[in-house]
């Protein structure tokens, strides 16, 4: 009897060992199932046209697709416009946020501090698509248009809070014996901040923008309502603008261009991934 | 630099999210107004007609908060048998080695993959099985979009969940062995009880990506303006109905679609709220 | 029968050995037989592989896969090497050097853990007896018997150890493992536990781990002087104590080691 139930129990045991194993494997079935088939089916596209080359036109599409050529052109209008708008969006992100890390972590037992860490929290969770209804109303409506300066806005709204976590968390776990040692040099605030904090922070902050970057640079619904999108390489900041994700989208919905979407999304793909990675391996060798 | 102008400096960076959150608050309540006005509070968010004929416009807010309620709680349910395990095997079983770094780093980048791809990889992979399979004869819908939404949480849900499982003290569980448990009592009957709280927040930190997760339920969710009847049929979710109508809106149906985008905004704000203070205290204790 | 069984050891080591990786063995051959309802006292310097040895007896060892156990552990004439952990732990109970009471369970429900891990199910007069039993075997009962159905971790450190005890004999072990049960307690709970744990002998064998030489002299009958993974001594507390045969025992006992 009882060693009959030791031997249910023990079954049981092993049941969940390999239960557990088992779930655990599936979980990464839909990363490769999604890798593989956006690498097979969009791996013949990559060229170097691709690259340096805008969207076509439907019409020319159609007619490539009639006489059974490959569709010409590719998505350098959104690449140049994806650049564009992420390098407004982390020229001004990147300081504001770490200034804001900065007071966050020098003020850990104010009120007005609580206040902004938990609106920190508040606009990271905030779902994307809302951040681009307001970005619609803060800059599209006055200006009258959608604009690259737009979209950037929507990408700044979004990377801000990343990189004010980050900072803040890095600067936090430092030593205080770091701060005090330059303060009895003789630094002032600002100054051992500025040389000896920050610098020695700089890997947790570089992971957090990179990982900010890799985060937005993906967001689609954000850019519909502020940048919108343009068929044709252009560089002005104050007119529509396209991006890579917009124009996966823009195929995804055009009978005509649809061969285009695997080639546009590999490139998403590895550009996000290899962020990715890169900030989890400087994290892990870099942070202090 | 003075030290007052730094400090001066630090403060100003800071009023920039008090600025944001004012201005998203501001911005959403002043441009929903008229939808709520017109229709009444009440009135909008249980009315499920969506129409919008000239003359005759009437948009009600219900067909789309019951598709995100629906979405979001189908994906939690799909998502538990996979992050739990997911949490198990690198907290508990093989906590510390390269399995589990492995497994870590597998579902770190299925965090990473940008959801306007999930969308795709749903529409051309899953949508077809789901027709092969006869559930649904279009294939999209609310079971499509809740299962690709399922496997977007499921890092979120795992990595937090398995944190709070490796915090369990290996005296309690060493006490738990000595009493002659199995492993499978010892999670059942130790870690999961003691790591609950933690789990929990982990699930509702879940929930608030899933409520606003935009394209890929867009994507999958077929589109209609009607209540989903069950989870094979069609629907829109908050979400999903702004991002396939916010650029052909105007007037009215803009506010309110921008009205929709705010209850969006206050159900996530609450919900990620309850999760933080949750998770804040499971920390502690 | 009951006889024949008193007489012949409880316990028994023999040539065991413990080691944690290929090349270093923290306990080295160890062998030693242990009578029931004795207390038998574990000595050394730290790292001396004492408690390793204690883990040995409930198979703790099991739970982490790159540890050896070889030779043999003999409990009442079995080998327990080759016997399923989860029965050798049922009926070896042990007491860990930090009090940690289920934190979830109620103090009424931490007695009766062992049970509710084993899936074993006992009606509500079985499980109050057993709570009354053993929380009045640890002189817990009268202390805590209005408010059972607090979290045990409410309790003073002392309390929190004694229902340790407590959860450990509601299983009805043979032997009792203890890993210096005391050093995270004051003077005083001390105090208690150890005059709890002579009046404990009777219904089961004690084995403790100590590095309080004090402690060992108090309660134990039996000592073991361990000193880098070998058994350099053992034999009765009152003997080693006044004339310890190996120098090495000699040098700890008066104080010129660890």
């Not at chain 2, 999210?17 to 509070?41: K, N, Q, R, S, W």
């Not at chain 2, 997911?86 to 079983?93: D, M, N, R, S």
């Not at chain 2, 290996?170 to 492993?183: D, M, V």
Request: with cysteine; glycine share 8%; net charge positive.
């Amino acid at each position: 009897m009882i060693q009959q139930k030791i031997k249910n129990r023990l079954t049981k045991e092993k049941l969940m060992l390999w239960g557990v194993c088992l779930f655990a494997a599936l979980t990464a079935v839909p990363l490769f199932a999604i890798l593989g088939e956006v690498l097979l089916r969009g791996y013949d596209q990559l060229s170097w046209s691709f690259f340096t080359e805008p969207t076509p036109t439907a019409y020319k599409a159609m007619k490539a697709i009639e006489a059974g050529e490959p569709i010409p052109g590719g998505i350098a209008n959104g690449i140049v416009g994806t650049m564009i708008m992420l390098g407004m969006a982390v020229v001004v992100a990147v300081p504001v946020g770490i200034l804001c890390g900065a007071y966050l972590a020098e003020n850990t037992k104010s009120r007005f501090a609580n206040i902004v860490s938990y609106l920190t929290d508040l606009l990271q969770g905030t779902p994307s698509v809302i951040i681009g209804i307001i970005t619609y109303i803060w800059v599209v409506v006055p200006m009258k248009g959608y604009s690259a300066i737009a979209g950037s806005v929507a990408l700044f709204i979004m990377m801000l809070p990343l990189i004010i976590r980050s900072t803040e968390e890095t600067l936090k776990i430092l030593p205080s014996s770091l701060k005090e040692a330059g303060l009895a040099l003789g630094g002032n605030r600002a100054r051992v901040m500025l040389k000896i904090q920050l610098p020695a922070a700089f890997g947790g902050i570089f992971t957090g923008v990179l990982l900010a970057v890799s985060r937005v640079i993906g967001e689609t619904a954000p850019l519909m309502f502020t940048a919108l999108g343009c068929s044709f390489m252009r560089f002005a900041i104050d007119k529509p603008i396209s991006a890579v994700p917009l124009l996966i989208w823009e195929f995804f919905n055009d009978p005509n261009l649809q061969e285009l979407i695997w080639g546009a999304s590999l490139f998403l793909l590895l550009f996000v991934l290899t962020l990715n990675m890169a900030a989890k391996f400087w994290c892990r060798t870099k942070v202090l | 630099m003075s030290d007052k102008l730094y400090k001066v400096l630090l403060f100003v960076a800071a009023l920039v999210m008090p600025t944001v959150c004012g201005g998203v608050i501001y911005a959403l309540v002043t441009d929903a107004y008229e939808a709520f006005e017109h229709f009444g509070f009440f009135r909008f968010l249980t009315s499920s007609e969506w129409s919008y004929t000239e003359g005759a416009e009437v948009y009600g807010a219900l067909p789309f908060i019951t598709g995100t309620l629906m979405t979001t709680l189908l994906a939690l349910l799909f998502c538990i048998p996979f992050s739990l395990p997911v949490a198990l095997f690198v907290g508990e079983y093989f906590k510390g080695t390269r399995v589990a770094a492995v497994l870590s780093t597998v579902t770190d980048l299925l965090a990473g993959i940008p959801s306007i791809i999930y969308g795709l990889w749903g529409f051309y992979t899953l949508r077809p099985i789901i027709m092969a399979m006869n559930i649904s004869p279009q294939g999209s819908g609310v079971l499509t979009a809740s299962l690709v939404l399922a496997i977007m949480i499921v890092p979120y849900a795992a990595s937090l969940s398995a944190e709070f499982i490796k915090m369990v003290p290996n005296e309690l569980k060493e006490g738990a062995y000595s009493l002659g448990a199995t492993r499978a009592e010892v999670i059942g009957k130790v870690v999961f009880p003691v790591a609950g709280s933690g789990i929990f927040s982990a699930y509702i930190l879940a929930i608030g990506r899933a409520l606003g997760e935009t394209m890929t339920v867009t994507m999958l969710i077929g589109n209609t303006n009607n209540i989903p009847d069950s989870i094979t049929s069609t629907g829109n979710s908050m979400a999903s109905i702004i991002a396939n109508q916010f650029g052909e809106a105007d007037d009215l149906r803009l506010s309110s679609l921008i009205a929709i985008g705010l209850l969006l905004f206050l159900i996530t704000a609450v919900i990620n709220m309850i999760g933080k203070i949750l998770i804040k205290r499971a920390r502690i204790s | 029968m009951q006889k024949t069984e008193s007489i012949k050891p409880i316990l028994e080591f023999k040539k065991t050995c413990v080691s944690y990786t290929k090349q270093t063995m923290a306990v080295k051959y160890v062998s030693a037989a242990i009578e029931r309802n004795t207390i038998t006292a574990i000595m050394g310097p730290s790292g001396c592989g004492k408690s390793t040895l204690l883990r040995a007896v409930n198979l703790m060892h099991n739970l982490y896969p790159n540890i050896r156990v070889d030779g043999e552990i003999l409990l009442n004439g079995d080998n327990i090497l080759s016997m399923q952990p989860i029965d050798v732990r049922r009926r070896v109970g042990m007491v860990f050097q930090r009090p940690a009471p289920f934190p979830t369970m109620s103090i009424y429900d931490n007695v009766l853990s062992g049970y509710a891990l084993n899936g074993i199910r006992l009606s509500k007069s079985e499980k109050d007896a057993t709570v009354e039993r053993c929380l009045k075997s640890v002189a817990l009962w009268d202390e805590v018997k209005d408010v059972l159905n607090k979290k045990g971790t409410f309790l003073s450190g002392g309390q929190q150890q004694r229902l340790c005890i407590a959860r450990a004999l509601a299983m009805k072990p043979d032997v009792l493992l203890m890993d210096e049960p005391t050093s995270a307690l004051d003077p005083i709970a001390t105090k208690h536990i150890e005059e709890l744990l002579l009046e404990l002998q009777k219904e089961v064998t004690i084995l403790i781990v100590t590095h309080n030489m004090g402690q060992a002299m108090r309660i134990s009958s039996r000592s073991m002087f361990m000193y880098l993974g070998e058994l350099v001594e053992y034999d009765d507390t009152a003997t080693m104590f006044t004339n310890p045969k190996d120098e090495r025992t000699k040098a700890y006992l008066t104080g010129k080691m660890g």
